[in-house]
């Protein structure tokens, strides 16, 4: 079964910066898409960003677009999301999630299907 972990997250100060990464047990991640998710409290889950399985596209809601790049390197089966400029409202837990379809530039929204653990991000002065 695949299991996935998310890590990186931490206390930056707003305007900093943060790289998460994401690994996988049981599978290989280069079989998969893979979505970004955070979840802030009270809110319901929202999704970032996506990671195409086949040819490393990407796409992004617009609340982290030209902030957030999701990348992989199926050399090391890891799957990344750095986050710049961070503010407040970033503040979350921090998913990632193979997917059920592929993703890719024009992708309007990414159905999550297997998730990680999650990891804090909190972004205060």
């Known amino acids: 079964q695949v299991q996935l972990v998310e890590s990186g997250g931490g206390l930056v100060q707003p305007g900093g910066s943060l790289r998460l990464s994401c690994t996988a047990s049981?599978?290989?991640?280069?079989?998969?898409?893979i979505g970004w998710f955070r979840q802030a409290p009270g809110k319901a889950a929202e999704g970032l960003a996506c990671?195409?399985?086949?040819?490393?596209?990407?796409n992004y809601v617009d609340s982290v677009n030209g902030r957030f790049t999701a990348s992989r390197d199926n050399a090391k089966d890891t799957v990344y999301l750095q986050m710049n400029n961070l503010q407040p409202e970033d503040t979350a837990v921090y998913y990632c999630?193979?997917?059920?379809?592929?993703?890719?530039?024009?992708?309007?929204?990414?159905?999550?299907?297997?998730w990680g653990q999650g990891t804090q991000v909190t972004v205060s002065s």
């Open positions: 999630a193979t997917l059920w379809s592929e993703c890719t530039s024009t992708s309007s929204n990414y159905s999550p299907r297997i």
């Open positions: 049981g599978y290989s991640l280069d079989i998969y898409a």
């Open positions: 990671v195409s399985r086949s040819d490393g596209s990407t």
